[in-house]
């Protein structure tokens, strides 16, 4: 359950975490980084230190003994170091977010980077005076959520799924994206854009969002976000207060949202994938061309492949070129396909002046000149 990221994939990774970043931006997020390290007295405190109430922690001791938690979320800390930051109500409202990497002691890792023991995790927290005053951002971080998705190539397919809201709230919102890998099972209203998680589909809930049970079209899904209200709960088991206009002490009003960055990798192979390989969004794929240089023991067709990708790097393409020469044509264009880089552009003795050109996601290559491919990656 736990993974390496090599060259390629790391670039993918930066290219998700870039685009939630300006999200986040966005709508007045602060980037920090926390500790991994967790202490064991501060989660007591909110009772979810116990095993019987997390199951899916990592623990250990430090050399003196003292128990320490390896972090699978991070409110706790994040709202204690808060009490140093948030006095008045003049503090607040407060935005922060973080890309972590947590630790959960899954019962069993699944489908890859999909459900793993250790992954990066977009969290972001808000803090703010009042329930009106985090009604207004909980709903603007919906609307960044679904431009990530947008951005990422899954927008059409990726859903606000009403979810199980536990011990602090009705429902929680999730974020799924319907996929054969995922093990969820949403019901989808796909013309009122409702879809509620099969956990709390009740006649109750139906009647409550004004839809009907055939209306709903069943499909399997995973979640890659989910956004959650804690109201003052964690602020009066953490202490964390604020004096507002009257001189009156009050708790902090708390909002969680999550964002799977890694399991968002693995959902976009899952999606877009294909017999022969991955195909990335153009917004996320680790090169925007792979140049395919053949038969580069011929003088002329070696320096014009290394004219092409001197000029695309020089318009700020991203480029990975193939200038192997001890590899078959069949094998550069395997090896291309299995990557998935938006486009493959083929230089040899057969294309002449020209390239052959072909999108990952198309079946058909066609000819063109230089000057073409220049204008089209503009």
Do not use: C
């Not at 090599?6 to 998700?16: F, H, M, S």
């Amino acid at each position: 359950g736990v993974y390496a990221y090599l060259p390629l994939g790391l670039k993918v990774l930066e290219k998700i975490k870039q685009i939630v970043r300006e999200e986040m931006d966005d709508v007045g997020g602060h980037e920090i980084i926390m500790t991994a390290l967790q202490r064991k007295e501060l989660w007591e405190k909110t009772d979810r230190w116990n095993d019987e109430k997390v199951d899916v922690w990592f623990k250990s001791q430090l050399k003196n003994g003292t128990e320490v938690g390896f972090g699978w979320s991070h409110e706790e800390p994040i709202s204690d170091m808060m009490k140093n930051y948030i006095n008045s109500y003049k503090d607040l409202p407060v935005y922060v977010y973080q890309f972590q990497t947590k630790l959960r002691n899954e019962l069993r890792a699944k489908s890859g980077i999909m459900r793993g023991r250790e992954f990066v995790m977009k969290d972001m927290y808000s803090y703010t005076t009042s329930e009106e005053e985090h009604k207004k951002f909980y709903d603007s971080t919906i609307e960044a959520y679904l431009n990530v998705f947008r951005r990422v190539g899954l927008g059409d397919v990726t859903f606000l799924t009403f979810a199980s809201g536990g011990a602090f709230t009705q429902f929680s919102h999730e974020f799924q994206t319907i996929t054969d890998a995922g093990e969820d099972i949403v019901y989808l209203h796909r013309e009122k854009k409702i879809a509620i998680n099969e956990e709390v589909l009740t006649d109750e809930v139906m009647n409550q969002l004004g839809v009907k049970r055939e209306e709903l079209e069943q499909v399997k899904t995973a979640e890659v976000g989910n956004i959650f209200s804690f109201g003052a709960t964690k602020s009066n088991q953490l202490d964390l207060n604020y004096v507002d206009e009257n001189n009156e002490s009050k708790p902090v009003i708390l909002g969680s949202y999550g964002i799977g960055i890694t399991r968002l990798m693995g959902v976009l192979v899952e999606r877009f994938a294909d017999e022969k390989g991955i195909i990335w969004p153009e917004a996320v794929a680790p090169f925007k061309v792979h140049l395919v240089g053949l038969n580069l023991e011929d003088e002329i067709v070696k320096n014009k492949a290394e004219a092409i990708y001197q000029v695309l790097n020089k318009m700020g393409v991203e480029v990975l070129f193939d200038d192997r020469t001890d590899a078959m044509a069949g094998e550069k264009f395997a090896d291309s396909d299995l990557i998935g880089i938006p486009y493959r552009v083929v230089v040899s003795k057969r294309t002449g002046e020209g390239v052959e050109l072909k999108k990952r996601n198309e079946k058909e290559s066609k000819n063109i000149s230089v000057e073409e491919l220049v204008d089209l990656l503009k």
